[in-house]
């Protein structure tokens, strides 16, 4: 992580005693973070949003010590999951904080795909969500809440549920294991489904890492599943939801 220094440490004093007391440099107000990755498939909660083809990612986050942050992300899609277009822009921001050994995480994020135009009756892919996070040692829950319609499902509300954990094997290593639950409401179908991970994270040095997942995924109804199955030219009936793996290199700078 790249930090930006906003003070310079004050110049060692001389006491009365004659001694040398040097100032401790304060801390950062901020820290500003860039990333970029590839990876061979776009997984989010277990549905490949590229047609189980590679992507390329990358972002930058602004995080205060006071606990606020903001960022933003993007990657290339599929036309499933952007008919009009072939990028994804995510903007989120919050705050954490600690109660004693908990960890809280209040945000807001939104999905955007640029140049997707709905058609006249229909609705269009982005999808804005509010969540809270908890976090107590190496397990974490999130609960995730749209504001609106859920990527494009007509007359929805969509409640991710996000339960996770990570154990360090080694110096180098994590072990990372999640299962996610996504509740659909106020629609005709059920788009229903659960989706789960289990991956290693290897930290090569210099900022570089390379992680390896596999994800399945249980849905509910033939409606989910014929929604969850690629509709762009070149791959279309492909089930996006099918389990499968994935190899993800990434730089942090």
Do not use: C
Request: zero cysteines; proline letters at 4%; charged letters at 15%.
């Amino acid at each position: 992580m790249k930090k930006t220094l906003l003070a310079i440490a004050l110049a060692s004093s001389l006491t009365s005693f004659g001694a040398v007391a040097a100032d401790k440099a304060p801390e950062p107000d901020f820290s500003i973070s860039g990333n970029f990755g590839i990876t061979s498939d776009y997984r989010f909660r277990g549905v490949s949003q590229t047609d189980k083809a590679p992507a390329a990612q990358g972002g930058f986050d602004f995080v205060h010590k006071g606990g606020a942050y903001f960022g933003t992300w993007a990657s290339n899609v599929s036309q499933w999951a952007n008919p009009s277009g072939s990028m994804e822009t995510d903007f989120y921001g919050g705050y954490k904080t600690s109660l004693g050994p908990i960890s809280l995480d209040l945000g807001a994020i939104a999905y955007v795909y640029p140049n997707n135009k709905a058609a006249s009756g229909a609705v269009k892919n982005g999808t804005e969500e509010i969540y809270v996070g908890v976090s107590y040692g190496p397990v974490s829950y999130k609960a995730s809440v749209t504001t609106g319609t859920w990527f494009g499902i007509p007359n929805s509300k969509g409640v991710y549920h996000d339960l996770g954990a990570s154990f360090p094997l080694g110096e180098k290593v994590i072990l990372i294991v999640h299962a996610g639950l996504q509740d659909i409401k106020d629609t005709a179908d059920n788009y229903d489904f659960k989706d789960f991970k289990v991956g290693l994270s290897y930290d090569v040095g210099n900022g570089y890492s390379v992680s390896v997942a596999a994800v399945s995924m249980d849905v509910d109804t033939d409606a989910g599943k014929s929604w969850y199955t690629s509709t762009t030219t070149g791959h279309t009936d492909k089930k996006l939801y099918s389990s499968g793996g994935y190899i993800t290199l990434t730089k942090t700078f």
